[in-house]
């Protein structure tokens, strides 16, 4: 029911910053909660940061102070403004939509790839 589109994945330099964006094909004001996850070979999706319509905000340990979730309920956009990049972060980021506080239902975009290298 929900098509999510990402957006500004490439190649960057440690230290560098990179800005992702993802579109929602549903209206944000009736999602409840979008999000980053990421992904590398031979480990599981993890949580990178997700933002609740009331802008709560879930962050990972490992990205806290050096990566900014936003949404823009009026836009139908999700963004996350990566800096201070490191090589560890590496991975396809996926954007995930999840409409209801009471579901654990979550709907996924295809990934956009970041590789951070010198």
């Known amino acids: 029911q929900v098509q999510l589109v990402e957006s500004g994945g490439g190649l960057v330099q440690p230290g560098g910053s990179l800005r992702l964006s993802c579109s929602s094909s549903?209206?944000?004001?009736?999602?409840?909660?979008m999000g980053w996850y990421r992904q590398v070979p031979g480990k599981k999706r993890e949580l990178v940061a997700d933002?609740?319509?009331?802008?709560?905000?879930n962050e990972s340990d490992s990205t806290k102070g050096r990566f900014i979730i936003s949404r823009d309920n009026d836009k139908d956009m999700v963004y996350l403004q990566m800096n201070s990049l490191k090589p560890e972060d590496t991975a396809v980021y996926y954007c995930?939509?999840?409409?209801?506080?009471?579901?654990?239902?979550?709907?996924w975009g295809q990934g956009t790839l970041v590789t951070v290298s010198s």
């Open positions: 933002i609740t319509i009331s802008e709560n905000i």
């Open positions: 995930y939509a999840r409409p209801s506080a009471f579901s654990n239902s979550d709907f």
């Open positions: 549903r209206t944000l004001w009736s999602i409840y909660s």
